[in-house]
Structure formats: C-alpha cells, structure tokens
T-cell receptor
Framework: DTGVSQNPRHKITKRGQNVTFRCDPISEHNRLYWYRQTLGQGPEFLTYFQNEAQLEKSRLLSDRFSAERPKGSFSTLEIQRTEQGDSAMYLC???????????FGSGTRLTVV | AQTVTQSQPEMSVQEAETVTLSCTYDTSESDYYLFWYKQPPSRQMILVIRQEAYKQQNATENRFSVNFQKAAKSFSLKISDSQLGDAAMYFCAYSGNTDKLIFGTGTRLQVFP
C-alpha cells in the first residue's frame, strides 16, 4: 500500500470552470476526509465519509462543492463555477480510527485565474 | 466549539539544540485526542505524535515528546537534538466527540546549522 493518493497534484483553471479532484485512500481505512488549506493557515475541515456515507459537511462547503465516495473506496471532490477564492490546497486524508490520527495525501493545489 | 491556538507563528533553533512549540486548546469535552503534525515545504502532512486525554503520561516518540497539561488545556511539543530535517510547519490538532480534526494555525520551525 502506497498511502493516500491524490490527483492531480496541481490544477490551474479559469474562473467559472468546473474542476474535479480524486482521492484514493489507504485500502483498509473506512474514514475519508477532505480539508482545505490556504497559505499560512491550518487545514479547515470540509467533509467526511465513513464508508460510502457522507456523515458531515462543513458550512464552508457552499452549494458549488460536492463530494462523493461511491462504494466506499475512492472519493471525488467537485467544485462548480470556480471562483478566485477557491484557490487553495485541497487535502484528502484517511483513517481507520481517529485515535490513530489521519494519513494525509500530498494534496491538490488549485489555482483559479 | 472547540478551538486550537498556536501563539508562535515562527520559531528557530540551532542544530542539536532543544525547542518547544506551544499549543493551547479550548473544549468542554472530557475525552479527546491531541496530535502534532509536521508539514515540510511542498510535502505532505505527517503525524509526529499523539496523546490520549485520559492518559496522564506524556507521549514520547524518539526525539519528540509532549508536555500535556489537561487542567491548563496546554499541549506543547518538545523536539530534542534538533536536525535540519525537522524544519517544517508544525500543526497542533484536536479531536473530540466529532470524528474530525481541528487544527491550529501552525508554527514554522527553522533549524540553523
């Protein structure tokens, strides 16, 4: 197992376009998390899955954001009609139990121009 | 709501010396976990050490140890025998009844030869 994998590593898009990111968690981890990190800040929680069920969604996540985890395996995070304020690093993490902490991926850096 | 505060935006240490990074948190929960994560430049976030709130003994992982003061809601990280590879952003994080991590704003650690 190679850890949590995120694709793409970098994405540059024009304002108003839709983007989709993918996260492949560690296979035996049933919990999957999406966070957003802006420069100089700590990661902010976006949403969380346990298996295929999306259990919590932050108020930070506007209607333009949607996340899925079909069959409880990989997850996608889609941002529709991107805005410049969406520019950030999007981090995915997985865990088998929060007491063990998360394993993070390398993130997808989104730049909206 | 729970909050995590890291009051030191930047710290520096000489190689082989010891440095302590501060973290305080606010919660009304009695059972929770605390973590320190390391984020090297342009690299993924790595778990450094974790502490279970019900354990009075401070956690230790090789050169990394914590000073957990539950009554004071303080959770500092001590790095002994600092190495150049320790240079990174360090984030303190809290997890309680909700199955997600809440992060502080981070402390940038510089290590000088």
């Amino acid at each position: 197992d190679t850890g949590v994998s995120q694709n793409p590593r970098h994405k540059i898009t024009k304002r108003g376009q839709n983007v989709t990111f993918r996260c492949d968690p560690i296979s035996e981890h049933n919990r999957l998390y999406w966070y957003r990190q802006t420069l100089g800040q700590g990661p902010e929680f976006l949403t969380y899955f346990q298996n295929e069920a999306q259990l919590e969604k932050s108020r930070l996540l506007s209607d333009r954001f949607s996340a899925e985890r079909p069959k409880g395996s990989f997850s996608t995070l889609e941002i529709q009609r991107t805005e410049q304020g969406d520019s950030a690093m999007y981090l995915c993490a997985s865990s088998r139990s929060l007491s063990y902490g998360y394993t993070f991926g390398s993130g997808t850096r989104l730049t909206v121009v | 709501a729970q909050t995590v505060t890291q009051s030191q935006p930047e710290m520096s240490v000489q190689e082989a010396e010891t440095v302590t990074l501060s973290c305080t948190y606010d919660t009304s929960e009695s059972d929770y976990y605390l973590f320190w994560y390391k984020q090297p430049p342009s690299r993924q976030m790595i778990l450094v050490i974790r502490q279970e709130a019900y354990k009075q003994q401070n956690a230790t992982e090789n050169r990394f140890s914590v000073n957990f003061q539950k009554a004071a809601k303080s959770f500092s990280l001590k790095i002994s025998d600092s190495q150049l590879g320790d240079a990174a952003m360090y984030f303190c994080a809290y997890s309680g009844n909700t199955d997600k991590l809440i992060f502080g704003t981070g402390t940038r650690l510089q290590v000088f030869p």
